[in-house]
C-alpha cells in the first residue's frame, strides 16, 4: 500500500499545537492545523489543495481512503500498512469536518451519546 505525506513540515509548531505524548489528543492538535490553514493558506499545502478543490473532492478522498482502509484489514496487510490507512481516512476526514464546519467537540458529543 502507499504511503501518503500529506503536510508540509514544519521548522516550529505554534506553541499552542505541541504536545509532548501520543494519543488521540493528535487530533485535536490537527484539526487546528488544518482549521489554521483555511485561514492562512500555506503555498504547496496539500491540505490546502484540497481544501480549494471542495467539498465534493474531499469527500472523493474519504470515499477512496476508506475503501483502501478495509482493503487493506481485508488483506491481512501488515500493521504499519493498515495504520498508515486508517490515518489517510482520518486526516482526509478531518479534513472533511473542517470544510463543512463541523467541530471534532461536535463528533466527540455524538459518540460520547453512543456508548450506551
Known sequence: ?????FFNPLD??????ESTEINSGILEELFAIIKD???DPQEGSYTNQLL????SRIGQKVIEEA???ALSAVAKDDESSI??????LLFHTMVLM??????PKAVWEELYNRRK
Open 1 to 5: 500500500m502507499k504511503n501518503h505525506v
Open 12 to 17: 516550529q509548531l505554534p506553541e499552542s499545537y
Open 37 to 39: 490553514r483555511q485561514s
Open 52 to 55: 480549494a478543490e471542495g467539498v
Open 67 to 69: 475503501g483502501e482502509t
Open 83 to 88: 495504520v498508515n490507512e486508517i490515518s489517510d
Open 98 to 103: 473542517a470544510a463543512s464546519d463541523i467541530s
